[in-house]
């Protein structure tokens, strides 16, 4: 058994290079598809990356109201901090309130002096989720139950942002799934006419081998390998390719080439466009044996 596999993709690789000029233009059609795939997901991969980064940012900020005492203070912070999906809370007095407005905005803290040395701003207590609950359904059902007890005078959790951020990463990830079955039907298409002239050219050896019984596996192999070999190959280009325009990109354009798993998810789907392009060019290339 392995000696008749490593025989068909024996004549696998001796099919590729007695039509190297064909394999050839073949293969820079998949790389330059596969590249465009390439970049598309680098782009949304990057930009998937930094709105996760900004929903892990996601947090709430509770106002307390005036003349709330430090001892009301701390009970409604343990209060909060045993509330489910809570990861921990921070209090912050009029004090550090107004200092942090002076380091974040210093050209408008000229705006404090204005409002008179009795104006404050008010004390908060800032909460942090767990991952699991920075979703934007779970965090307004969190701000609505603070919203509710008592000393708190205002909710904020980026109410205007923070929906359309959630949206924006779930459909970052089905347009990299939409582009990657329009890819994968595409190039199979090419590769499928690719086999489909390779079985043409090799049509007396599949009659010959169908009239001395070869099994219909052993006739397929080497075409399959093809396929195979041709989506690998013009995969594995594709990111070379890619990888060079990231690293040209890198002085000007802050990201990252994609990591490891997506760069074998790409190579993955080479080889399995390339299998299905066989298939298809075999169906209609190769003629069923007779009954």
């Given at each position: 058994m392995i000696?008749?596999?490593?025989?068909?993709?024996?004549?696998?690789w001796?099919?590729?290079?007695?039509?190297?000029?064909s394999?050839?233009?073949?293969?820079?059609?998949?790389?330059?598809?596969?590249?465009v795939?390439?970049i598309?997901?680098?782009?949304?991969?990057?930009?998937d990356?930094?709105?996760?980064?900004e929903?892990?940012?996601?947090?709430?900020?509770?106002?307390?109201?005036?003349?709330?005492?430090?001892?009301?203070?701390?009970?409604?912070?343990?209060?909060?901090?045993g509330?489910?999906?809570?990861?921990?809370?921070?209090?912050?007095?009029?004090?550090?309130?107004?200092?942090?407005?002076?380091?974040?905005?210093?050209?408008?803290?000229?705006?404090l002096?204005?409002?008179?040395?009795?104006?404050?701003?008010p004390?908060s207590?800032?909460?942090?989720?767990h991952?699991?609950?920075?979703?934007?359904e779970?965090?307004?059902?969190?701000?609505?139950?603070l919203?509710?007890?008592t000393?708190?005078?205002?909710v904020?959790?980026?109410?205007?942002y923070?929906?359309g951020?959630?949206r924006?990463?779930?459909?970052?990830?089905?347009?990299v799934?939409?582009?990657?079955?329009?890819l994968?039907?595409?190039?199979s298409?090419?590769?499928?006419?690719?086999?489909r002239?390779?079985?043409?050219e090799?049509?007396?050896?599949?009659?010959?081998?169908?009239?001395?019984?070869?099994?219909?596996?052993?006739?397929?192999?080497p075409?399959?390998?093809?396929?195979?070999i041709t989506?690998?190959?013009?995969?594995a280009?594709?990111?070379?390719?890619?990888g060079?325009?990231?690293?040209?990109l890198s002085?000007t354009?802050?990201?990252?080439?994609?990591?490891?798993?997506?760069?074998?998810?790409?190579?993955?789907?080479?080889?399995?466009?390339?299998?299905?392009g066989s298939?298809?060019?075999?169906?209609?290339?190769?003629?069923?044996?007779?009954?």
């Amino acid at each position: 058994m392995i000696h008749l596999i490593s025989n068909s993709l024996r004549e696998a690789w001796l099919g590729i290079r007695g039509k190297m000029g064909s394999f050839l233009v073949t293969l820079l059609m998949v790389s330059l598809s596969f590249m465009v795939f390439d970049i598309f997901i680098g782009v949304s991969w990057n930009l998937d990356r930094a709105l996760r980064e900004e929903q892990q940012s996601v947090g709430i900020e509770i106002f307390l109201t005036d003349g709330l005492s430090d001892v009301q203070t701390i009970a409604l912070s343990d209060i909060i901090s045993g509330m489910e999906g809570v990861r921990s809370v921070y209090r912050v007095s009029s004090e550090e309130a107004e200092a942090f407005f002076r380091t974040d905005l210093p050209e408008q803290a000229d705006l404090l002096t204005l409002m008179g040395p009795d104006f404050g701003l008010p004390a908060s207590i800032q909460i942090s989720l767990h991952p699991e609950y920075r979703s934007a359904e779970r965090v307004e059902t969190i701000a609505r139950t603070l919203a509710g007890m008592t000393g708190v005078q205002d909710v904020v959790f980026g109410e205007e942002y923070l929906p359309g951020l959630t949206r924006a990463v779930d459909v970052l990830s089905r347009l990299v799934l939409l582009a990657g079955l329009v890819l994968a039907i595409s190039i199979s298409l090419v590769v499928a006419n690719t086999v489909r002239l390779s079985v043409a050219e090799k049509s007396l050896s599949v009659q010959i081998m169908s009239i001395v019984g070869a099994p219909g596996w052993f006739v397929r192999l080497p075409f399959l390998g093809e396929g195979v070999i041709t989506g690998l190959a013009g995969s594995a280009g594709s990111l070379l390719l890619t990888g060079l325009v990231s690293g040209l990109l890198s002085a000007t354009v802050s990201h990252r080439f994609l990591p490891g798993s997506w760069i074998a998810g790409v190579l993955l789907l080479g080889a399995a466009t390339g299998a299905l392009g066989s298939w298809i060019g075999m169906r209609s290339g190769i003629p069923r044996p007779r009954a």
